[in-house]
């Protein structure tokens, strides 16, 4: 069973900066979907960026361009999400997912949607007020 972990979490100022971390337990893929997502009150869970990392290809949603980048450590199994120029809409609680991939799958991998991940957090809360 993987387990991930979200922090860095909290309230800001619209304009501010945040930067959030996940934790994932000992993984034995070594191609992975990794990716964030976010859940505002009232409204469905959206993806805000995800990486592949077996071409190291990202996505972003349209919202989140320019002001949020998502990266990753492999060595110590961290995803992270730095998010710049914060806006009151960006509120939410955040997740962060993931799916391993089997060596012997060499199809098109999507990571872009949460039918494309299998493992969650138990999400972190971003509160930006303005």
């Known amino acids: 069973q993987v387990r991930l972990v979200e922090s860095g979490g909290g309230s800001v100022q619209a304009g501010g900066s945040l930067r959030l971390s996940c934790t994932v337990s000992?993984?034995?893929?070594?191609?992975?979907?990794m990716g964030w997502f976010r859940q505002a009150p009232g409204k469905e869970r959206e993806t805000v960026a995800s990486?592949?990392?077996?071409?190291?290809?990202?996505y972003y949603a349209d919202s989140v361009k320019g002001r949020f980048t998502i990266s990753q450590d492999n060595a110590k199994n961290m995803l992270y999400l730095q998010m710049s120029s914060l806006k009151p809409d960006d509120t939410a609680m955040y997740y962060c997912?993931?799916?391993?991939?089997?060596?012997?799958?060499?199809?098109?991998?999507?990571?872009?949607?949460?039918?494309?991940?299998?493992?969650w957090g138990q999400g972190t809360q971003v509160t930006v007020s303005s």
């Open positions: 997912a993931t799916r391993g991939i089997p060596t012997w799958y060499t199809d098109y991998v999507r990571c872009e949607t949460e039918d494309d991940f299998i493992y």
């Open positions: 000992e993984y034995t893929y070594s191609r992975r979907c």
């Open positions: 990486i592949y990392t077996g071409g190291d290809s990202t």
